[in-house]
């Protein structure tokens, strides 16, 4: 059995390794190529201040090149015994290499290492992300533009309210979005900063470069107070969860709102029936599956936040173990919100509208506020013309006209998509991914 990295002469009980091990390995798969990449940007700060010779370099980094494209490959493992991915990837250094390997840790921590692994982690998955939403943001769009003439009734405490539309429902949606980007923006700011020399919380002796490491790494600057930047672990997070939640929000909302419209009572849209499922007693029920579940894996994302809260809330400042269970929860929530957006896409892509649902007599009154506006604009006081449109649903005699004219800004007639589109763009472009990978890619010797 491999020792730990911080163990003397006396070995663990193997039930309490079990139960503070928990997942973790499991979870530091996730972390594992982000923690050679880390690894790589130390070691060329440490030759910088002659903690690592100029003959060792070139060998080390080559040799993390390697675990590097092994863990691209499905290849690498964290062998039993071992204990997380930091002592993984020095024990096939120092395996291939011998006392060399034992080299990489030099002024860094587990703390910082793991804190440095994370931000990367998130970094790159928040790019995933925001290719995610802009794939679903994309679609609403296209369906808006492509219904927006479709009128359909709008509610207000799930009362018929208003004339609304097809356009403006998928419209909405898309700029939910957009302030759901505007989230992930602010929580990737926060992310895109250095931890790496914060070592156990307190920095180091040797005369480390950390504006070196941040440049390596790609950010676009550090935690600075090595204190905070430890502090920062479960902050950061609670943070980016906060903006998985809000994208999460929306579309439980979707959900909803697809379920309620695909149900007979209402019958403005009709999902695909391959994203239905049957009753094993009822033939001629059609299940929307798919959006009842997208709604709960929804709302367990949006519990997420609370539960990284109840998690960290009550830490004094410095590293505990607490925090190595907030991964369990926060690593796989990237997965689950893209699959949720990607399914969502899937379905609104294939759906089909009702084109003649509001001419259907139980919508009529939603054609009342219509009448009034009418009567206004003729001149008749507006009190006085909502009594009178009142008076006549009342007794009876309201007859609707089913022309709408509506040209405001964000109304039936001017959905103004492109200034929303616009909007969305600008904010993708506010993340500058690139910076990263070029910095990645530089580290791997792709730049060469």
Not at 60 to 87: C, K, M, P, Q, Y
Not at 102 to 116: A, M, P
Not at 342 to 350: P, V, Y
Request: glycine share 6%; hydrophobic share 40%.
């Amino acid at each position: 059995m491999a020792n730990k990295l911080w163990e003397k002469n006396i070995s663990v009980d193997n039930d309490v390794e079990a139960y503070t091990v928990g997942r973790d390995r499991e979870m530091d798969l996730y972390l594992a190529p982000f923690d050679v990449l880390g690894s790589i940007a130390h070691i060329t700060m440490l030759q910088s201040i002659g903690l690592i010779s100029d003959d060792e370099l070139p060998v080390l980094t080559d040799a993390l090149r390697d675990i590097f494209n092994s863990i691209s490959n499905g290849d690498f493992t964290i062998e039993d015994g071992v204990e997380d991915v930091h002592s993984q990837v020095e024990l096939l250094l120092t395996r291939r290499l011998g006392d060399i390997g034992k080299k990489i840790h030099s002024g860094r921590s587990r703390n910082d290492q793991v804190l440095v692994d994370l931000k990367l982690f998130i970094r790159s998955r928040i790019e995933d992300l925001v290719e995610a939403v802009t794939r679903l943001f994309n679609i609403l769009i296209k369906q808006s533009n492509k219904y927006k003439d479709i009128i359909m009734p709008g509610y207000t405490h799930l009362q018929v309210a208003m004339p609304s539309s097809m356009g403006l429902w998928f419209g909405a949606y898309a700029e939910s979005l957009v302030d759901d980007l505007s989230v992930l923006r602010a929580a990737y700011e926060i992310t895109n900063r250095n931890p790496l020399g914060s070592a156990a919380g307190y920095g180091s002796s040797f005369p480390l470069n950390r504006a070196m490491t941040t440049d390596l790494l790609g950010f676009e600057s550090m935690d600075y107070n090595v204190v905070y930047a430890q502090m920062g672990r479960g902050k950061t997070e609670r943070i980016v969860a906060n903006a998985i939640a809000s994208i999460a929000a929306t579309i439980s909302k979707l959900a909803f709102d697809a379920c309620m419209f695909n149900s007979q009572n209402f019958g403005f849209i009709k999902l695909p029936d391959e994203f239905t499922t049957g009753s094993s007693i009822m033939p001629h029920k059609k299940n929307p599956d798919v959006f009842e579940l997208t709604r709960a894996k929804c709302n367990k994302l949006q519990a997420l936040p609370v539960e990284i809260t109840l998690i960290t809330n009550n830490l004094p400042s410095g590293y505990f173990r607490d925090l190595q269970l907030v991964k369990e929860s926060f690593l796989p929530a990237f997965d689950s919100i893209i699959a949720i957006l990607d399914m969502t896409g899937r379905m609104l892509d294939n759906i089909k509208v009702n084109t003649d649902v509001a001419r259907d007599p139980r919508y009529k009154f939603m054609y009342s506020v219509e009448e009034v506006n009418r009567l206004a604009a003729e001149g008749t006081p507006f009190r006085d013309a909502y009594k009178q449109v009142g008076l006549a649903i009342e007794n009876g005699d309201f007859n609707p006209q089913f022309d709408i004219n509506h040209t405001h800004e964000g109304s039936i007639g001017n959905l103004c998509n492109d200034r929303i589109q616009l909007r969305f763009l600008d904010i993708v472009k506010q993340f500058d991914f690139a910076t990263y990978h070029n910095a990645f890619n530089t580290l791997l010797g792709l730049n060469n």
